[in-house]
């Protein structure tokens, strides 16, 4: 499942545009794309439904689709704990500003990303 995420932070409909034009890319197109919006990037992930997604909704394989990493938290530690959370879910995380892709393949790729956090 492919699901975008944005704010109210004045980047929503780029940010729509985008992943959706991402999403055409795909070559299975039984993949679903839903788009969560979401309160602006100054509260808690933990507060917001960025959290309940990632750990009700979303699974192993997922991607969660972003247009700017900044969408998602505004402090460094968030972010990185944020991330490793996205990794041991195996949640695919994609930049489309910065046309990234983060998906941690092995333990030793987590544990270097556990200790960079």
């Not at 929503?12 to 993949?31: F, P, S």
Request: glycine residues 4%; contains cysteine; aromatic residues 10%.
């Amino acid at each position: 499942m492919i699901i975008t995420y944005i704010t109210n932070d004045g980047q929503a409909e780029k940010a729509l545009v985008e992943a959706y034009a991402y999403a055409m890319t795909r070559q299975d197109e039984a993949r679903f794309v839903t788009c969560i919006e979401d309160s602006a990037p100054t509260d808690d992930w933990h507060n917001r439904q960025l959290f309940d997604m990632v750990n009700d909704i979303m699974k192993v394989g997922d991607e969660l689709v972003v247009y700017d990493a900044s969408s998602l938290g505004l402090v460094e530690e968030e972010l990185q704990e944020l991330f490793v959370h996205l990794a041991l879910k195996g949640i695919v995380l994609h930049v489309l500003k910065y046309k990234m892709k983060m998906r941690v393949r092995t333990w030793d790729a987590m544990y270097a990303m556990m200790e960079a956090a």
